[in-house]
């Protein structure tokens, strides 16, 4: 017997970026043992758990601990309680109604936005701003629908829509028909963010196209500007023709207590091979049930806390550390004359490489001599050569001390 394996798995990059980061840095430390390194690469949180959001974690632990209270299998969708706060917090308070069963409560939004591509057909064609989060493109390799990579760095069926400098990182509308568009604003990796009238063209174009936005807004509490949508539903029209991912990671120091969830209007129709319409939400629905069985109930409790008015004040006040530690990045940046974009509704810093450095490159120079990890921006796509990305989490002063260390190099 012979075991064939997913072909697909060998058209991708050999290691997913954070993990060729992480060995890279590991490799270094071990060979410079005494250095302190400053990690500004992936963007996980530092800041601890909110003192209201661990009260209810313990509390639920404990639940769990009595006879009377224990709790096993939950609702696969996730409990009424956290998709009711959700509902209420996050969406009736900018407009938008859901049911409880538009909410999909997960362990991530990393999880949600590299299954979702499941509920569709290996035909369809994907589009991807670049630079990008790797997850959407490698889960659509995996998959099948990118073909092979090009010397390029970009894969033969995906469409790529070019952020850069020149178009102020905004995507223009595909020139092609496209089925699958992923956004991601604030944006991964650039911080850079879109207004409602430029995300109404996408909602406009998919419509006109028959095309699915997954809208990924996992950066959205870092919004502070006025006219940055918050959420995809805030458009007119984008019921019909739009998924919308969230998390907690960022925005409650989740990244490894882990919950998020994902919101599937059940406005969205696909079609299937006879050109049937085809209701989105079930088939999700039905995906999580037959292969994901929920988030645990204490971290579901956790999150619950998040809405309370303490769990609010509390969950700010982290949010305006990172904010404050972007702008030290941004200014510091700036300051030695380098291009900075992001950063302002975004925790993520973007900016060009001196010189025209390619950013791996420059990725080793601010490791070997400002001893500072960054992400190279050509690791998120072809179009994120020459960039790179820092990031606010980390503490006040390592960041104050990281922009001191790299306003001394040379270049
Ligand atoms: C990043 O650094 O881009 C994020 O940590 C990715 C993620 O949330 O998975």
């Not at 390029?152 to 089925?179: K, R």
């Not at 702008?327 to 950063?343: A, C, F, T």
Request: glycine share 8%.
């Amino acid at each position: 017997m012979a075991v064939n394996v997913n072909d697909n798995f060998g058209l991708i990059q050999n290691n997913y970026l954070f993990v060729e980061i992480a060995r890279r840095v590991e490799e270094y430390q071990k060979a410079n043992p005494d250095v302190e390194l400053i990690k500004m690469g992936i963007g996980d949180v530092t800041r601890p758990l909110a003192k209201t959001v661990l009260k209810a974690f313990h509390d639920a632990v404990d639940e769990l601990g009595q006879a009377d209270t224990f709790r096993g299998y939950g609702p696969e969708q996730g409990y009424d309680f956290l998709i009711e706060d959700v509902i209420k917090n996050d969406y009736n308070t900018i407009g938008v109604e859901l049911k409880n069963s538009e909410v999909f409560i997960s362990d991530g939004a990393k999880c949600d936005t590299g299954n979702f591509q499941e509920l569709f057909s290996a035909d369809n064609t994907i589009a991807v701003t670049d630079p990008v989060y790797p997850v959407y493109v490698d889960s659509n390799v995996m998959a099948g629908r990118s073909g092979k990579m090009g010397d390029d760095g970009f894969y033969e069926n995906i469409v790529y829509l070019p952020c850069t400098e020149e178009n102020d990182f905004v995507p223009a509308l595909p020139e092609e028909d496209v089925d699958i568009i992923y956004l991601c604003y604030p944006n991964n990796p650039t911080g850079t963010t879109l207004t409602k009238d430029q995300l109404k063209e996408w909602v406009d174009y998919a419509h006109e196209h028959d095309a699915l936005i997954l809208f990924d807004a996992a950066y959205e509490s870092f919004i502070k500007t006025e006219n940055v949508p918050h959420s995809i539903f805030e458009i007119e029209g984008a019921k019909e023709v739009a998924v919308e991912f969230r998390s907690y990671s960022k925005v409650a120091g989740f990244t490894g207590t882990r919950c998020a969830y994902c919101v599937v209007p059940e406005e969205v129709y696909v079609k299937d091979s006879e050109g049937n319409d085809v209701q989105l939400n079930p088939l999700w629905n039905r995906r999580q049930s037959t292969k994901f069985n929920g988030v645990s109930y204490p971290v579901q409790r956790a999150a619950q806390a998040i809405y309370t008015e303490e769990g609010k004040k509390e969950i700010q006040e982290n949010l305006d550390y990172y904010v404050e530690n972007a702008k030290v990045i941004r200014e510091g940046l700036e300051k030695i004359g380098l291009h900075v974009y992001g950063g302002v509704d975004s925790p993520y810093i973007w900016f060009k490489t001196p010189n025209d450095i390619d950013s791996w490159s420059f990725f080793d120079i601010l490791l070997n001599d400002a001893h500072v990890v960054s992400t190279p921006g050509a690791g998120f796509g072809p179009s994120g050569e020459g960039y790179i990305r820092l990031t606010s989490f980390n503490t006040y002063e390592n960041t104050v001390e990281a922009m001191e260390r790299i306003s001394k190099l040379e270049f």
